[in-house]
């Protein structure tokens, strides 16, 4: 499990990754995983260098938001069956701990990251791969998108990555439960449903849609969207009376923004304001 060769480096326009493509068009870097011949499975470099991906985009102001995908008609199967599952069962406790540490390590730079993260989800997403999809903070599918939380077929817990933290809040706790006990197939339509994702289109148009959603945000004020997701992670920790506390802390901090006068003189000259991120 060693690290990456070649370490993410400033800005991401100029980055080429090793274990999955990236681009970077307006403001939105687009993230695509690239197996697609085993349906864009993860392995422990591709896990490593999503991560500090995730973590550079902290440094690079250019990244408005961020879209994730997967190549091939598929977002992802999940944790390598060869690359990964054969290598765990020959592991010892403290291997397995420090495997276990790092697929946790990709979903805490996705939560940390500052820019908003959409997922464009299509066909299989199972496994780690429901973990990434879960991890973003919209996602859009494409019809006939199926996703499964696996690890209790494999003879797991679903416990992973986050899964019983995250997934009740966006679901509710009854039906996470259910998919997390048996492992089943969450259709597109039940997941539109049930809010695991904000609408469904065709799968010619998930990843147009969901990069036109991220430039959308890219668009707006960069400062404040980094507030907005800062505070409904750190909110769920808090009382209502501590929230609205921190809300106005937080508010009161955009106010003194140049974006925030812009929006101002933009409103009162009737016209649409350019948001520049400071």
């Known amino acids: 499990m060693s690290r990456p060769a070649n370490p993410v480096t400033i800005p991401l326009a100029d980055y080429s990754p090793q274990h999955f493509l990236l681009a970077v068009v307006d403001g939105v870097a687009t993230v695509t995983l690239n197996r697609p011949e085993r349906k864009n499975p993860l392995t422990f470099e591709s896990y490593r260098e999503l991560t500090d991906l995730f973590r550079a985009c902290a440094f ?3 990244v408005k938001s961020i879209v994730v995908t997967g190549a091939g008609g598929n977002f992802s199967s999940g944790g390598d069956v060869f690359e990964i599952i054969g290598p765990l069962v020959k592991m010892d406790t403290k291997g397995l701990t420090a495997f276990t540490r790092m697929t946790g390590d990709l979903v805490k730079a996705m939560r940390a990251c500052p820019q908003p993260i959409i997922a464009a989800v299509e066909g299989i997403c199972a496994g780690a791969g429901a973990i990434v999809a ?3 903070d919209m996602r859009l599918a494409a019809s006939g998108t199926k996703v499964a939380f696996l690890f209790n077929k494999v003879g797991l817990a679903g416990c992973d990555m ?3 933290a995250i997934l009740p809040r966006i679901i509710g706790q009854s039906r996470a439960s259910e998919l997390l006990y ?4 969450m259709t597109a339509e039940e997941g539109e449903r049930w809010g695991f994702f904000s609408r469904i289109v065709t799968p010619e148009q ?3 849609q969901a990069q036109l959603l991220a430039r959308q945000v890219a668009e707006g004020p960069t400062f404040a969207n980094t507030m907005t997701k800062r505070m409904l992670a750190m909110e769920w920790a808090m009382s209502v009376e501590e929230a609205i506390e921190a809300e106005a802390v937080a508010q009161a901090l955009c106010m003194t923004t140049a974006d925030f006068e ?3 003189e933009a409103f009162a000259n009737k ?6 991120g400071d």
């Open 162 to 164: 986050g899964a019983c």
């Open 134 to 136: 879960m991890a973003s």
């Open 182 to 185: 048996t492992g089943r197939f």
């Open 271 to 276: 016209v649409k304001p350019v948001f520049r």
């Open 262 to 264: 812009r929006a101002f």
């Open 206 to 208: 998930v990843l147009t």
């Open 60 to 62: 690079d102001d250019e």
